[in-house]
């Protein structure tokens, strides 16, 4: 019997995702449960359990590929073993020709040179032929990250004919209007702009001088589609395709960038009392709660002290409106080894040092080993990031939309200070505050930083 693989729905507002690695090969035996393939979404990265025991039969997407939810992406034989043991030399065939898939990456490098000259596979998201096929009372089928891209953009979604599962818009396609300038439905002939563009564009920065002449504009054509999966090798250079996660984070980072007025706020803690505090403490709260101690939940909790005082930074941008929200949601940056991912501590507001230990402890095993839920990495309202971990004195991070606000923590070390009118050594921390300044003046940031400076100096509450 064979059973269909489909792509799933990790969450509500996510339509489409990336398969980014297959664990298994076709004709490998598999096991109901077992981690079969792994996603990327533009919320989270996932393995996905295989939904039979059986064979792997066939695989029909191959990785890099983006396609709609209920997608079918390979099959399983699960009849048995036996009959799938022969499955494997047909299967292999189609893993390369996802002809049924309608991403348009090509699915292998060969194609690459000759993409930009063909216009088809990108221009054909380009706009339908009248206005009358677009209503405006119609809903627009699109996910959170197209909607965003459209608005950077100032492109109109009704303009633009999906080609995706039941019309809706993918990322593709506005990528594809995007590269054509955002040229409107109205504007003559659908594929008359794009092609140009299309060739300046990976034409736009200027091949190396030592690099070889067909070889240079392939590189481009490569590194704009990812197409090849392995680094290549040009000479004294190489190339490093971005993965899909890497992509995503620059999408975030450069679109946050040209949305918030970034301004930066400095100021120094005394650690001293919470240093002596948890190195007091660290080792009866492991054996307790059977979770180590760090100096995280302290900031979180000196944070939610902050926010509480001054609002302003717990909030949002809505075109005109700034929303202030109830619930405080700390979001605390996770370095993986293949990227960044921002789980948040759901009500931070209500929780002790004990329970903000767990839940981040929890939230970064879960996203190291990609078992996050997509609603994990959602709804932050403030956010927290700790190069300090990383020996940084201190550092100016970009803000994680759509919060207004991020703290960063510098590394906690001792240092000789003044204390009335006498050195001392003590254990100094720089943090910053990068803010949005459309929202959050400079007044309000430096009382929030002295609100966070104060709790944690003056820390009075008890850890076990």
């Known amino acids: 019997m064979a ?4 792509m799933p729905q990790m969450g509500e507002s996510i339509f489409e995702g990336t398969i980014t690695k297959w664990l298994k090969k076709p004709g490998d035996k598999v096991e109901r449960d077992e981690p079969l393939f792994e996603i990327s979404t533009d919320k989270v990265d996932a393995e996905i359990p295989s939904p039979s025991a059986g064979v792997l039969k066939e695989i029909k997407v191959g990785e890099g590929q983006t396609v709609p939810i209920q997608t079918v992406v390979g099959v399983i034989d699960a009849a048995g073993s036996a009959a799938g043991s022969s499955a494997p030399a047909p299967a292999k065939t189609a893993a390369p020709a996802p002809a049924p898939a309608k991403a348009p990456a090509a699915a292998a490098p060969a194609p690459a040179i000759s993409r930009p000259v063909a216009p088809p596979p990108t221009a054909a998201p380009v706009a339908a ?36 599962a039941g019309g809706r818009i993918s990322k593709q396609d506005i990528e594809a209007v995007i590269a054509a300038g955002g040229v409107p439905a109205a504007a003559p002939p659908a594929y ?39 680094k290549m090798y040009f000479g004294n250079y190489e190339i490093h395709p971005m993965s899909t996660m890497r992509q995503r984070i620059a999408e975030h ?50 944070a939610v002290a902050g926010l509480r005082a001054y609002p302003t ?4 941008l809505d075109g005109t409106n700034v929303i202030l929200h109830k619930e405080i949601n ?27 230990q767990r839940n981040m402890n929890d939230l970064a095993e879960r996203a190291r080993s990609k078992k996050l839920k997509p609603e994990e990495v959602q709804e932050s309202t403030f956010s927290i990031t700790n190069p300090g971990v990383f020996g ?37 921390c720089y943090v910053t505050l990068s803010y949005d300044h459309r929202v959050v003046d400079g007044a309000i940031a430096h009382q929030f930083l002295h609100k966070v400076k104060e709790t944690l100096e003056n820390w009075n509450e008890p850890v076990l």
């Open 313 to 316: 930074l717990n909030a949002s």
């Open 129 to 164: 032929s009248s206005a009358s096929s677009s209503s405006t009372s119609e809903r627009i089928h699109s996910s959170p990250l197209v909607r965003r891209m459209a608005k950077e953009h100032g492109i109109n979604l009704s303009t633009i004919e999906g080609t995706g």
């Open 330 to 356: 700390v979001g605390i940056a996770v370095a993986l080894d293949w990227g960044l991912l921002v789980p948040v501590v759901k009500n931070a507001d209500e929780k002790n040092i004990l329970g903000i």
């Open 253 to 302: 980072m450069v679109a946050s960038k040209r949305v918030s007025a970034h301004v930066y706020s400095v100021d120094e803690i005394d650690m001293t009392k919470v240093a002596a505090l948890r190195a007091k403490s660290k080792d009866e709260f492991e054996k307790r709660y059977e979770t180590k101690l760090t100096f995280m939940p302290f900031f979180v909790k000196a």
């Open 392 to 428: 940084g004195l201190f550092g100016l991070p970009v803000i994680s939309q759509p919060n207004v606000g991020i703290l960063g923590l510098g590394a906690i070390e001792k240092r000789p200070v003044v204390i009335n009118d006498s050195i001392a050594i003590r254990s100094m």
């Open 192 to 230: 008359s702009a794009p092609a140009p563009a299309a060739i300046s564009r990976s034409a736009t920065p200027p091949p190396p001088a030592a690099a070889p002449g067909a070889s240079g504009a392939q590189v481009h054509v490569v590194l704009e589609n990812a197409v090849p999966r392995e």
């Open 3 to 6: 059973v269909d693989i489909v």
